[in-house]
C-alpha cells in the first residue's frame, strides 16, 4: 500500500522568509497530492491540492510543486506571516481512494 | 453554514468501558470517515463509509466498531476502552469525488 513521508516534522522561520515542506510517496499510481492544515486545536482544512497531470499550482502565497518520476512534492509558503503557524499534512491517493497521510510538520513564524 | 459536527469534545472514561462517538453532518455527502490523529504519526484512517449499506475496515480498525445509522450520522465504538485509545479523533465526509475532506471539531478520547 501507499506510505507518506514528510520532512521536516518541526520548522521554524522568521517573519516574512520562506517555508518548505517536502513529502515523497511510494505509490507510483498515485494522483491526488493535498495539502491540509491544522491550527492549534481546530480541525484539519484543504489548503491547496494539486493532480498528478500538473507540475505546479499557485495560490497566493501557498505553491506546491510535484515530481512524479522521484514520487516527491512539496509545498512551498512565501512571505510567510504568523498565522501561517500550524501543523501541516500531505497526503496522496488514487483518486476516489482514500488518502494515506503524512505525520505532519510543525511550522512556527516567528515574529 | 453546512457542518460536520463531533460529540463530545472531550471524554475521559476507564479501562473496559464501553462509549460511543457521534458524528453528524448537514453537508449531503455521501462518504464519511473515522481518523485517529496521534502526534507524530499524522491522521490514520480507523473505518470509512461510501453509503449508508457500506462499511469498510481502514489501516487501524482492530479494537473499533462503527456504526452508520442514517447518511447524515456515523458513530464509532472503542469496543472495550484501553488505555492506547487514548487519541484526538475526527470525523470526516467528502462528496462522491472523494477529493476535500471536511473535518469535524474533533473529539479528545482519553481511556485511564
Known amino acids: 500500500g501507499e506510505n507518506v513521508e514528510q520532512h521536516p516534522s518541526t520548522l521554524s522561520v522568521q517573519e516574512g522568509d520562506s517555508a518548505v515542506i517536502k513529502c515523497t510517496y511510494s505509490?507510483?499510481?498515485?494522483?491526488?497530492f493535498p495539502w491540509y492544515k491544522q491550527e492549534l486545536g481546530k480541525r484539519p482544512q484543504l489548503i491547496i491540492d494539486i493532480r498528478s497531470n500538473v507540475g505546479e499550482k499557485k495560490d497566493q502565497r501557498i505553491a506546491v510543486t510535484l515530481n512524479k518520476t522521484a514520487k516527491h512534492f512539496s509545498l512551498h509558503i512565501t512571505e510567510t506571516q504568523p498565522e501561517d503557524s500550524a501543523v501541516y499534512f500531505c497526503a496522496a491517493t488514487i483518486h476516489g481512494q482514500n488518502f494515506v497521510f503524512g505525520p505532519g510538520t510543525r511550522l512556527s513564524v516567528l515574529p | 453554514d453546512a457542518d460536520v459536527t463531533q460529540t463530545p469534545r472531550n471524554r475521559i472514561t476507564k479501562t473496559g468501558k464501553r462509549i460511543m462517538l457521534e458524528c453528524s453532518q448537514t453537508?449531503?455527502?455521501?462518504?464519511m470517515y473515522w481518523y485517529r490523529q496521534d502526534p507524530g504519526l499524522g491522521l490514520r484512517l480507523i473505518y470509512y463509509s461510501f453509503d449508508v449499506k457500506d462499511i469498510n475496515k481502514g489501516e487501524i480498525s482492530d479494537g473499533y466498531s462503527v456504526s452508520r445509522q442514517a447518511q447524515a450520522k456515523f458513530s464509532l465504538s472503542p469496543e472495550s476502552a484501553i488505555p492506547n485509545q487514548t487519541a484526538l479523533y475526527f470525523c470526516?465526509?467528502?462528496?462522491?469525488?472523494?477529493?476535500?475532506?471536511?473535518f469535524g471539531s474533533g473529539t479528545q478520547l482519553s481511556v485511564l
Open positions: 470526516a465526509t467528502s462528496d462522491l469525488s472523494g477529493e476535500k475532506l471536511f
Open positions: 453537508k449531503g455527502h455521501d462518504r
Open positions: 505509490d507510483s499510481a498515485s494522483n491526488y
